[in-house]
């Protein structure tokens, strides 16, 4: 069993920089390929970004490419989302989430293990 755990959110104005972090306990990160996703009140809950097991695989949602970076670190077991020039629209709870498959990354159905999501909020 992998628990997740996010942290790193808050209250941030538009235009300023957060740094989410995930760290997995009772268990080893490195076969799982890792999501950030978000859901805004009144939302469906939709994919940020995507890492491959390795590392040395991203993929972005189109409304965060450029501003958002994700990265690993299989021997802290943690996986970060950097976030930069954040918009109001940013605002969500941010979830992480690691599935075995690497071609179904953006897809919210079908992952092994969620977090339990961090509040983000960025003010106009």
């Known amino acids: 069993q992998v628990q997740l755990v996010e942290s790193g959110g808050g209250l941030v104005q538009a235009g300023g920089s957060l740094r989410l972090s995930c760290t997995a306990s009772?268990?080893?990160?490195?076969?799982?390929?890792l999501g950030w996703f978000r859901q805004a009140p009144g939302k469906e809950r939709e994919f940020v970004a995507g890492?491959?097991?390795?590392?040395?695989?991203?993929y972005y949602a189109d409304s965060v490419k450029g501003r958002f970076t994700i990265s690993r670190d299989n021997a802290k077991n943690t996986v970060l989302l950097e976030m930069n020039s954040l918009k109001a629209e940013d605002t969500a709870v941010y979830y992480c989430?690691?599935?075995?498959?690497?071609?179904?990354?953006?897809?919210?159905?079908?992952?092994?293990?969620w977090g339990q999501g961090t509040q983000v909020t960025v003010s106009s």
């Open positions: 009772a268990r080893t990160l490195t076969s799982y390929h």
């Open positions: 989430a690691a599935r075995f498959s690497w071609s179904t990354i953006i897809i919210t159905y079908g992952y092994d293990y």
């Open positions: 890492i491959r097991w390795s590392g040395d695989s991203t």
